[in-house]
């Protein structure tokens, strides 16, 4: 019986409680500790992945089989499968996130009072990150690594069905961190996966500070009414691409295609596009030639221009399709088009093609979501298209972080006031 | 009858619901006014509520009297009283807050990515901030202000026994966002005062960005417990300064004297003082004789040097007593100072009086809170001390805001990216 298999052991007996009290007594020293040291612990969490990939693999058979006996679709078998190529693709994300700069000490602002009393807003971590997430072992790693990467512990709450493989992960991470001096608390499983835990997962104030969901809207539902944590949601994308009356079409149709085919099942994949009704003549046969495996949902006044297509219901305009459908809207103007972006969309992101000065700015201006686009693909809207080299997350939500969430998002800020005696008169 | 008492009556007949919708409604609008149409609407107010001092004095007294009636006490009624003076303050907040920097359509970085794509974080407006408060008719214009300068509606949620001050006054600052052309319901008052009332308000999501509660820890509980809208949390402030072995002691007295006595009210003011056991001799007959309106509640080895105190208890640690008293701890050197503020205080205010640079950088970096202070009163921890000109409260939690929060804490941000027809690879 190996080192970690003992430690697993005797761990076996902590209530959701105790891990709590030991992840959050892991992040008071994470939060001290060094970028090499960070860096140094990301490094050999990546060796010892690629060294223990038989018994990564081993444990992840047993998952695998205990969905087959549970008849668990393909699609979702898949997402669970680990093999070689995706454990070193694992050990790959952990040294990039060790290559990414260091959040924790940022002065993101200073300046010095009149009095004298200097003044330094400083970047530090939150201190324990709580991860909600589904069926994909991967995530173990990836969330962990921009955790302890911005100083924070991982508090991870993963599915039933990946528990063998992320237990065995999450012991390797933790070996990792302890030959790197740091806590091996740091990143905590949840061993207990059941319903209840997780209502109690999101109910741990005081031990959270921040709860970050990867899932669908059952369980962002869940949050919103039961979580007495701070949480960022990462929320759906009912993203539209209106295309205004001055658009050079040849961009209209390549960017359509990208945000709609390049890879459907993501959140910043486009589901509606807004089409100006002096551009649908020409548009559309286009679209339909450029993405002969999509499906189309159209309006009566769209639907004249198109060879294969079904009537749009108000329904389709509010699905987030997540697939190679593609709902057509004909409007008079930006009027309309924002009009319904405000009825229909989710604050996700929004993009305009178009050659108008004026209309670009007021798209802009006027519609709210957490990312708008002119002249480029929605699917820009990501953590590493943006440049923040990886993400934890896309938030909906306004407070705290906005779209693409990278290690900076993982931290919050000190005030720092130094003096030399100063008192307020 | 006035034009404004019109509007109130057909206004009484509205649900929460209604007025939810029409400050919803508003703030849109609001969002794409100009600095100078917000600062007019600003002086407008100031100039309508100068001129309606009569009406507001009038709706005051039928607050007054119902206090009266019902036996309130003197303290709560000082707070709800206006009178001529407090108006005049009010109007003249008002014209601060115009002249304060606007946060909207500040960049807050920007960036361009190799493949041209214009990236810009851009802060706009959060929409709708709600504020639950108590007794105080003041902050209806305080409140109002900030959130109309940094371009979200205001919706206020004040207490029954200060309904009718709160109505004159809201009523006053609609009128004059009218006639700057604005949107009368950027500034809403909720008309029911009821305990379910405050309930349904917390749960108006996708109606209110942001809820600001004004209040004492009972209101903060409540808000985490049935809150669904985003919230930032405005927490006790068990504020605590430490006095090092190396500290000039003249500067310790003045210090810890100005944070006790100089407003004592108030969330930054220091609860305990943690003496290094090497000064506790020289310091504590200082502090007496310093602060003789204060009561000292004092462990074992300091109440020796004390000529008149009691012995502390854990309660008096853990409690922040907003009043003339002030506990003391004697302890053997920084590990125990930080881990009594680990234990006891509240993430408000954490100050260190020393010579030794050290010390002071392991305070710093190992005390959790939205400020910490070396060699300063703890009463700097506000939003006009530290150059915000004007605050809407000193948040306590970790995401969004921490410490002071002042117009840009009010704002969120949007992700702007501007391109030529980039895709996807």
């Known amino acids: 019986m190996s080192k970690t298999d003992n430690a697993s052991k005797s761990a076996s007996e902590q209530t959701l409680l105790d891990q709590a009290k030991e992840v959050k007594d892991a992040a008071r020293h994470l939060a001290l500790a060094s970028t090499a040291q960070k860096n140094e612990a990301l490094e050999l969490c990546a060796s010892l992945l690629i060294d223990r990939t038989d018994a990564v693999l081993a444990a992840n058979q047993k998952d695998i089989e205990r969905a087959r006996e549970s008849g668990t679709s393909t699609t979702v078998i898949d997402r669970l499968m680990l093999n070689k190529a995706r454990i070193d693709s694992m050990a790959k994300g952990l040294r990039d996130v060790a290559a990414l700069a260091d959040p924790v000490g940022e002065i993101a602002e200073g300046w010095v009072r009149p009095n004298g009393l200097q003044i330094r807003k400083v970047r ?4 324990v990150i709580g991860i ?13 690594a921009l955790c302890l990467k911005s100083g924070n512990s991982a508090f991870l709450r993963g599915s039933s069905g990946a528990i063998d493989s992320n237990l065995e992960i999450s012991s390797i991470l933790s070996e990792g961190l302890k030959k790197a001096g740091l806590p091996s608390a740091a990143v905590t499983l949840v061993r207990d996966t059941s319903r209840e835990s997780a209502t109690e997962f999101m109910k741990l104030r005081g031990y959270i500070d921040c709860l970050i969901p990867r899932g ?4 962002v539902a869940a949050i919103v009414e039961n979580a007495t944590v ?8 009912n993203c539209h691409i209106y295309v205004d009356e001055t658009a050079d079409l040849d ?21 509606t596009v807004l089409l100006h009704e002096t551009v649908i003549g020409d548009l559309l046969p286009r679209l339909e030639e450029r993405m002969p495996t999509v499906e189309f949902r159209a309006d009566q006044a769209s639907r004249r221009f198109l060879e294969r297509s079904v009537l749009a219901t108000e329904e389709d305009y509010a699905r987030e399709f997540l697939d190679l459908i593609l709902a057509v809207k004909t409007v008079t103007g930006l009027d309309e088009a924002i009009n319904h972006i405000r ?6 992101s929004e993009a305009i093609v178009t050659n108008d000065y004026s209309a670009s ?3 802009v201006a006027e519609v709210d979501a957490a990312a708008v686009l002119v002249n480029a693909s929605t699917r820009f809207v990501d953590g590493g298209e ?8 896309i938030s909906t939500q306004k407070l705290h972080a906005r779209g693409p969430m990278g290690l900076r998002e993982l931290t919050t800020e000190k005030f720092v006031i130094e003096g030399n005696g100063q008192v307020r008169a």
């Open 361 to 363: 700015k007021r798209f």
């Open 251 to 271: 961009m209209a149709v390549e960017i359509i295609a990208n945000a709609k085919v390049q890879r459907p099942s993501v959140c910043n994949a486009v589901e």
């Open 216 to 219: 669908g809207p059952s369980l």
């Open 386 to 393: 943006v440049g923040f080299g990886a993400e934890i997350g």
């Open 343 to 348: 009825r229909f969309g989710s604050g996700h």
């Open 230 to 237: 701070p949480y960022v949601i990462d929320g759906d994308g």
């Open 132 to 144: 909600i997430y589904e069926n994909r072992p991967n995530v173990t790693s990836d969330a962990a």
């Open 124 to 127: 530090v971590p939150l201190g």
